[in-house]
């Protein structure tokens, strides 16, 4: 994957307060054959799965595209979403609008309040800031858990996953075990930046107003925020942690290949997905306190062993 195709640049004639999508949208070489290979995967896993079969969408960019091709040649694929108590404002009003506008329903999932409250009460409301440890217990209790009832029953589940959002996905393929017995599948993991706007832009897709504020990659609000110059596209995402596989852990697998990408980061050989704004229009990044170990930032939610996941959550 090279930097320039997993980079965040301006487009001609883009200026300061354009939308994500003036900013990325562009039809680029291929991409009617790569948006009519992930309709035909998603038709595919329908009938293969049928009930069985779920999108679990964290309301992305990425997510509302597959949410839209869902409804739009009407497969007939479940939608669900985890609701961690911690998503922004802006995300969770994604979910009237896909129903509203979309006509799809989308079941949430929560943790269980009972955990929530003792795990507050014991460590604190910023717990994720004390420590490595607390901050994947805190994943693993708002994340790993619900997800885990999502997924129940289940034999094959849809994910936004793409190769270029970082090195750590470089060799996402479009299907995969998920370490539980289930298939998971990437549709759109050939997709460029470009393309999930371009979808966005000529079909209308609703998205998260947080994208318009130069944050590509959204997770818990406070675990989120917006990118600054030069910085890697998923660098808003715990970002006291050190930069590298910035994955909250359900999409981990455990290859030596990603421990060689892994080691590749550590040398100073990672691959960034830049964004290259003007100065006046992103937020200073903070590089204070960047020392945790990077191979570390996970929190389950793609990791390929939930169960691993969830208990080392459990003794953080």
Known sequence: MSQESSSLSFLPGSSVGSSAA?????ETAGYQARLAKSIELLRHAAAAYGPALIQSTSLGAEDMVITDLIARHGLGIAVATLDTGKLHAETLALIPQIEARL???VAVFKP??????????????RAMYESLALR???CALRKLEPLSRMLAGRTAWI???RREQSLNRADVPFSEPDGQGRIKLNVLAEWSWADVWHYIETNGVPYNALHDQFMPSIGCEPCTRAIAVGED???GRWWWENDGAKECGLHKSHSPAQAGDSQAEADGHSVSAQANFGSAEVKDADA????????AKECGLHKAHLN?????GAHA
């Open 288 to 295: 204070s306190g960047r020392s945790q170990d990077e191979n």
């Open 233 to 235: 596209f998923r660098a």
């Open 159 to 161: 994910t936004g996953l």
């Open 22 to 26: 003036a900013l990325y949208a562009r």
């Open 112 to 125: 269980v309040e009972e955990q929530v409250v003792h795990f507050v009460r014991t460590s604190g409301e």
């Open 308 to 312: 691993e996941a969830l208990n080392s």
């Open 103 to 105: 006509g799809l329903q």
């Open 136 to 138: 994947k217990a805190c």
